[in-house]
């Protein structure tokens, strides 16, 4: 789509807004980042996107009385940078119904299991506690419901004897980084239809 712009948010070390940034440098995806923003000071996120020569701004959430005060920062900025898509990239934050509806169908989120299975904050310690033999990644629509939205690709990643939370986390990165790029691409090419839960992808 035409004119599109990306606003990636992040928490951390910003490996999935590397893939991002990597994407967009190689031609796969045919729209700029105008900005990355983070909820934490000081974290890697806003480094890699300094050394793109992509705006980086910090949004402090410990600065904010309430999730509403706080959201409304978050889009101030992503207005500010004349963002059309959100991406969210390791962003450890539940956004408010009010931000969602601003940008209602136009956020992405990466999920790092096969949902609906083990939502959350810690899924891969609950893939492995569950004794699940196959996890893997999920990026999805966002909607009010913590990852509930309609789901665009997946990527299955074998459970292995003794994995622990980083020898699986690792394995499952290899395959985010491969499938976030490729749902932005789609995304911004037209190819997505929301239809109830499901996503149709066209050719």
Avoid: W
């Amino acid at each position: 789509m035409a004119g599109e712009v990306l606003g990636v948010l992040c928490s951390g070390r910003g490996t999935n807004l590397q893939s991002i940034i990597d994407a967009v440098a190689s031609g796969q995806i045919k729209a700029p980042i105008g900005v990355v923003i983070t909820d934490k000071p000081g974290v890697m996120a806003l480094e890699r996107a300094e050394k793109a020569n992509i705006p980086a701004v910090c949004v402090d959430r410990k600065q904010f009385a309430t999730r509403e005060e706080f959201d409304a920062a978050l889009l101030a900025e992503l207005k500010k940078y004349g963002v059309t898509l959100v991406c969210l990239a390791g962003f450890m934050r539940l956004l408010t119904a009010e931000f969602i509806r601003a940008y209602e169908g136009r956020i992405l989120n990466i999920h790092p299991a096969l949902l609906p299975s083990f939502k959350g904050a810690h899924a891969h310690r609950d893939a492995i506690a569950y004794g699940a033999k196959v996890s893997g990644c999920t990026i999805h629509f966002v909607v009010e419901d913590m990852d509930a939205g309609p789901i665009i690709l997946q990527a299955a990643v074998p459970v292995e004897e003794g994995d622990d939370e980083d020898s699986l986390g690792a394995r499952v990165l290899v395959q985010e980084h491969k499938l976030y790029p490729r749902a932005i691409e789609l995304f911004l090419a037209g190819k997505l239809t929301i239809d109830g839960r499901c996503v149709r992808i066209s050719k």
